[in-house]
Structures are given as structure tokens and as C-alpha cells.
């Protein structure tokens, strides 16, 4: 995947943390879908702070959990703007401190945003390094993680989050993966286990 970039729409570091807790368990397709109308209701936090819940579940309400995430929208802003200065921290544990914000979406933030060497697991992630040979045995995506960035270069890490994604969510799919197609076949070693 020559262009490893997230495929969730943003204009800055507000947006994408708005748009990567709406991801949560929702496809990126769906999300973009809705983010549109919630940026212009509430285009920075201190607006989305001070948004009543159930405004904010009507125009998310076709995103999965949507109660849940618009309380945790609210208050991910309300932390953001009293405990950050409305500055989205590049820390992974200060990112966590916000609803909504766990492991996987704080290592997106910091990765996407400040470049920095966190990787993101999620099923797509998880399932690829794991057939590819990545990982191995890795029975949470924590353990995943930490052996992806035990043996990535710091340098690509922020950018192999992407490939991996991309990988599993177009080639590497859940069921039937395009393995004939791949060109990571002769390094991976699904394929050698189930074609050779």
C-alpha cells in the first residue's frame, strides 16, 4: 500500500479524535458519512462540550453505540478543553484519560497526528501480522503491539499501522483473503501452510 494514511476524513487533531472514537467497532465508511454534520454543528470542542446528549446521538444515531459515544464525544471534550488547554495530547496515557479513548484509539492519535512510533491493533491488524508472521501467539492486541513494535524500525511504525489495516481490510480480508493476488505471499506464512 504505496499511501498508508488513515481513510477517515479530518481537518485536524480535534476532528480526527472525534472521528476515530465514532470508528470504534463502525466502519470508516460510515463514520465519514456522519462527521460531516457533526463538524458543523460542533466545529471545535468548546462547542461539542457544551452540546446537550441527545443532540449529539441525533447525528450520530447511525453510527454503532451511538448513546455511549455521545456521551464519551462530550465528555472527551470537556476533559480536552479543562485538563489539555484544548491541545489533543501526543501522551498515550493522558490521551486515555478521555471517554472513549482507549488503547487502540489513542495510538492512532499519537501515531497519526504527532508521527510518533505507536501502532494501533485492531482485528484488521491483529489478524494480518498474525498470518504474515509478524506476531506470533499473540493472544491480546496489547501482546501484539508490543511484539509489532518490539521488531519494527521506530522510524515506520506510524506508517506500518496503516499498511497492516489496509492489508486486511482489502487483501488480507477475514474470510477467503486474496492470497493469489498478494504480493507479500512468498514472506508469509499463511500462505505457505495453506498452498505449499
Given at each position: 500500500?504505496?499511501?498508508a494514511?488513515?481513510?477517515?476524513?479530518?481537518?485536524?487533531?480535534?476532528?480526527?479524535?472525534?472521528?476515530?472514537?465514532?470508528?470504534a467497532?463502525?466502519?470508516?465508511?460510515?463514520?465519514?458519512?456522519?462527521?460531516?454534520?457533526?463538524f458543523?454543528?460542533?466545529p471545535?470542542?468548546?462547542?461539542?462540550?457544551e452540546?446537550?446528549?441527545?443532540?449529539?446521538?441525533e447525528?450520530?444515531?447511525?453510527?454503532?453505540?451511538?448513546?455511549?459515544?455521545?456521551?464519551?464525544?462530550?465528555?472527551?471534550?470537556?476533559?480536552?478543553i479543562g485538563?489539555?488547554?484544548?491541545?489533543v495530547?501526543?501522551?498515550?496515557?493522558?490521551?486515555?484519560?478521555?471517554p472513549?479513548?482507549?488503547?487502540?484509539?489513542?495510538?492512532?492519535?499519537?501515531?497519526?497526528?504527532?508521527?510518533?512510533?505507536?501502532m494501533?491493533?485492531?482485528?484488521?491488524?491483529?489478524?494480518?501480522?498474525?498470518?504474515?508472521?509478524?506476531t506470533y501467539?499473540?493472544?491480546?492486541?496489547?501482546?501484539?503491539?508490543?511484539q509489532l513494535v518490539?521488531?519494527?524500525?521506530?522510524?515506520?511504525?506510524?506508517?506500518?499501522?496503516?499498511?497492516?489495516?489496509?492489508?486486511?481490510r482489502y487483501?488480507?480480508?477475514?474470510r477467503?483473503?486474496?492470497c493469489?493476488?498478494?504480493?507479500?505471499?512468498?514472506?508469509?506464512?499463511?500462505?505457505?501452510?495453506?498452498?505449499?
Amino acid at each position: 500500500m504505496p499511501i498508508a494514511e488513515t481513510e477517515l476524513h479530518y481537518n485536524n487533531p480535534y476532528e480526527l479524535l472525534v472521528a476515530v472514537i465514532l470508528s470504534a467497532q463502525c466502519t470508516d465508511k460510515r463514520v465519514n458519512m456522519v462527521t460531516p454534520a457533526l463538524f458543523e454543528e460542533y466545529p471545535t470542542a468548546y462547542e461539542l462540550a457544551e452540546a446537550e446528549q441527545p443532540e449529539v446521538f441525533e447525528l450520530i444515531r447511525s453510527i454503532s453505540y451511538p448513546n455511549s459515544k455521545s456521551k464519551h464525544l462530550i465528555g472527551m471534550a470537556k476533559i480536552l478543553i479543562g485538563e489539555f488547554n484544548n491541545v489533543v495530547p501526543d501522551d498515550i496515557n493522558d490521551l486515555q484519560k478521555m471517554p472513549g479513548v482507549g488503547r487502540k484509539t489513542a495510538n492512532v492519535i499519537a501515531s497519526v497526528i504527532y508521527e510518533k512510533p505507536a501502532m494501533a491493533v485492531d482485528t484488521h491488524v491483529f489478524r494480518v501480522s498474525e498470518r504474515i508472521g509478524l506476531t506470533y501467539r499473540a493472544k491480546t492486541p496489547l501482546q501484539a503491539e508490543q511484539q509489532l513494535v518490539k521488531y519494527l524500525p521506530d522510524e515506520i511504525i506510524h506508517k506500518a499501522h496503516h499498511w497492516l489495516i489496509l492489508h486486511g481490510r482489502y487483501v488480507c480480508v477475514a474470510r477467503n483473503p486474496k492470497c493469489k493476488q498478494c504480493k507479500l505471499k512468498p514472506f508469509c506464512k499463511y500462505f505457505v501452510k495453506k498452498y505449499n
